[in-house]
Nanobody, 124 residues
Framework: QVNLVESGGGLVQAGGSLRLSCAAS?????????LAWFRQAPGAEREFVGA????????IYGNFVKGRFTIRRYNDNCTAFLQMNSLKPEDTAVYYC????????????????WGQGTQVTVSS
């Protein structure tokens, strides 16, 4: 069982930055889990933002990121961060943290465990 709690969302102007946090409580060692971020805008499907491997040696990102976002994790306290820079109004969405105990995470389905999400709103 994994419990995920996101925080850090809010309202920001276009061009600004936000850092989202995902605090994970896990039964297994934290580095067992791939941690990832997805987002969902109103009326849109859930979209893959990025993921980071349990041992932190690999990160992957959605095509739209284009170097603007960075994922980091700290396994000591099992927390993942999504640093978002150069935000655009089209980045407005609810951002979700997800975890999976496999070696990879599906870019479409996400992991087995999900947080409740945090709202990010980017004004123009």
């Amino acid at each position: 069982q994994v419990n995920l709690v996101e925080s850090g969302g809010g309202l920001v102007q276009a061009g600004g930055s936000l850092r989202l946090s995902c605090a994970a409580s896990t039964q297994l060692s934290c580095n067992t889990y791939v941690l990832a971020w997805f987002r969902q805008a109103p009326g849109a499907e859930r979209e893959f933002v990025g993921a980071i491997a349990g041992d932190k040696n690999q990160e992957i990102y959605g095509n739209f990121v284009k170097g603007r976002f960075t994922i980091r994790r700290y396994n000591d306290n099992c927390t993942a961060f999504l640093q978002m820079n150069s935000l655009k109004p089209e980045d407005t969405a609810v951002y979700y943290c997800t975890a999976d105990s496999g070696l990879v995470i599906s870019r479409t389905r996400g992991g087995d465990y999900w947080g409740q999400g945090t709202q990010v709103t980017v004004s123009s």
